[in-house]
């Protein structure tokens, strides 16, 4: 597989749950130098969702925080079709709700109840299998 693909999260997810966290750490650092030149805007929310769980995975929610936030930061930026694209719109929305949950292990109460809002704004009239994460985001901002 090609080095950053689903298989090699998945590959390194696997290895993290066996114990072997320096693998998933060398997948993470070459990704990082790859995407030196890329523009936050540019970078693709459907495979920065498995790396920020790979970084919790690892038990660093400031990594996965800071992997994801530049990319969040550059929301007004990206073309339109990215939230009109309703699978990677999900994972956008998703990855919100991440962020929501690393500023709680990070005690980060404003990042908290920022995030969570986002979800709960754009999930308010979500199908029913969308309900457990936006009433988990309601507990960390109950408006």
Do not use: C, K, Y
Not at 48 to 70: K, N, R, S, T, V
């Amino acid at each position: 597989s090609h080095l950053g693909g689903t298989n090699d999260l998945l590959d390194a997810l696997l290895q993290v749950a066996q114990g072997d966290t320096g693998s998933a750490r060398r997948l993470l650092a070459r990704l990082r130098e790859q995407r030196r030149m890329v523009q936050p805007v540019d970078r693709s929310i459907d495979v920065l969702f498995p790396e920020a769980l790979l970084l919790l995975a690892l038990h660093d929610p400031p990594g996965a925080a800071a992997w994801i936030d530049p990319t969040l930061s550059a929301l007004s930026g990206m073309a339109p079709e990215m939230f009109t694209d309703l699978p990677r719109a999900g994972v956008l929305v998703r990855l919100m709700a991440l962020r929501a949950e690393l500023a709680v292990a990070m005690n980060d109460r404003a990042g908290a109840a920022t995030w969570a809002r986002a979800v709960e704004t754009l999930w308010f009239n979500a199908d029913a299998f969308l309900h457990p994460v936006v009433e988990r985001m309601h507990r960390i901002d109950p408006m």
